[in-house]
């Protein structure tokens, strides 16, 4: 889910780079001066190019989609497979990555049937990209991949999109200090039908789009991947609150 990303009040001491990955863009912005931004650029990159080939269903040739088709999972694969199957209970089965059929079904996944890890996928990358610029020295970041984001150790102030699939606009400031956040919503992926506004996201007990009215939940989290599962599964339930270390809030 695209999230508005800004530093709210720029300052000039800011370094800003961008790129595309994973069908989508992505965004750094940090405050450290004594390194070369081509070089964070190309960690970037690298880091997402790496884990897009392990967790696409896109890629004929990515290590889940061969696993869908009947390989065994990579020792890379295998760790958020993990991961999806730990979210899976601790969310008493509304986030739930075996959707792969239902997704495809609803429009917006390729043909296939197994695992569907993009109710985490992204979430994780980002995660990964955070401990890669660490290991550069630099913590004193906000990066961002598509809906999902991560600050490093000082707080930065950021815009949180309305989910109104007309216009672009900010309606609610957020600050992060070394925690993540990430939304899931219908403002952006839908198809308008009879019954309502059909979401890309699945309900895991019955197979079909989650139907709402236009709308988006945000979930602030200690890292990227939980709050990127936890959004999804909340977007599912429709509940106001998560477990007690994550900060929840909705727009409707």
């Not at 999972?73 to 008493?92: G, S, Y």
């Not at 079904?105 to 992204?122: H, N």
């Not at 939304?183 to 309900?203: A, C, K, M, P, V």
Request: some cysteine; overall charge neutral; proline content about 4%.
């Amino acid at each position: 889910m695209t999230l508005w990303l800004a530093w709210l009040g720029k300052k000039p001491e800011i370094t800003r780079c961008e790129g595309q990955a994973m069908g989508c863009t992505w965004t750094l912005l940090h405050r450290q001066a004594d390194i070369d931004s081509s070089i964070l650029t190309k960690d970037v990159q690298e880091v997402l190019h790496h884990w897009e080939g392990v967790m696409s269903t896109w890629r004929k040739d990515s290590d889940l989609s061969r696993y869908n088709r009947g390989s065994t999972a990579t020792a890379d694969l295998q760790r958020v497979l993990d991961l999806a199957e730990q979210f899976r209970k601790n969310t008493n089965g509304a986030f739930d990555a075996r959707v792969l059929g239902a997704v495809h079904r609803a429009g917006f996944a390729p043909p296939g049937e197994g695992i569907d890890l993009s109710g985490l996928g992204k979430g994780f990358a980002v995660d990964r990209v955070a401990e890669r610029l660490r290991a550069r020295g630099i913590n004193d970041f906000l990066f961002q991949l598509a809906g999902e984001t991560i600050a490093g150790d000082r707080a930065w102030e950021m815009g949180v999109e309305s989910p109104d699939p007309a216009a672009r606009r900010v309606s609610k400031k957020v600050r992060l200090q070394n925690q993540a956040l990430a939304t899931s919503g219908n403002y952006r992926q839908f198809h308008q039908s009879e019954e309502g506004i059909l979401s890309h996201i699945i309900h895991p007990q019955t197979g079909q789009p989650v139907i709402r009215g236009f709308c988006a939940v945000t979930v602030v989290a200690p890292d990227a991947t939980t709050a990127d599962a936890w959004s999804t599964a909340l977007f599912v339930t429709g509940d106001r609150r998560g477990p007690e270390n994550l900060e929840v809030f909705w727009q409707e």
